[in-house]
Nanobody, 122 residues
C-alpha cells in the first residue's frame, strides 16, 4: 500500500501565494506520474497539473502561468507552487500518484491523498 499526505493548505487573500506538498510513504516499489487535482463544493474533481517521473509537466488552462508543479524523487514528494491566487481557486486539493506497491505485486494503481483545503478570500 501507498499513503499520500498533503500539507500546506490554508486561507489567503486574493493575489497571495501558497505552496502545497504531498509526501508518499509505505511499501513503494516505484512511482510513475504524480499530480494535483481539486474539487469545489458542488463540482466535479478537476485536473490542476501533472508531472512525470522524468519531470515533464502539464497544466490546466485555468492555472497555467500561475501554478508550478515539481517533484523530489528522492523524497517521494510532489509540490505545487500557487501564485496570484483567485477566489475561483478555492477548493479541496488532492494529490495523486501512479505507483507500484511491493504488496500489490506488479500492478500499478493510482493512489489519492485525503486532500487539503485552500480558501482564497476576495
Amino acid at each position: 500500500q501507498v499513503q499520500l499526505v498533503e500539507s500546506g493548505g490554508g486561507l489567503v487573500q486574493s493575489g497571495g501565494s501558497l505552496r502545497l506538498s504531498c509526501a508518499a510513504s509505505g511499501s513503494i516499489f516505484r512511482i510513475n506520474d504524480m499530480g494535483w487535482y481539486r474539487q469545489a463544493p458542488g463540482k466535479q474533481r478537476e485536473l490542476v497539473a501533472t508531472i512525470t517521473s522524468g519531470g515533464s509537466t502539464k497544466y490546466s488552462d485555468s492555472v497555467k502561468g500561475r501554478f508550478t508543479i515539481s517533484r523530489d524523487n528522492a523524497k517521494n514528494t510532489v509540490y505545487v507552487q500557487m501564485n496570484s491566487l483567485k477566489p475561483e481557486d478555492t477548493a479541496v486539493y488532492y494529490c495523486s500518484a501512479d505507483a507500484v506497491s511491493i504488496g500489490a505485486g506488479l500492478a500499478a494503481y493510482v493512489y489519492w491523498g485525503q486532500g487539503t483545503q485552500v480558501t482564497v478570500s476576495s
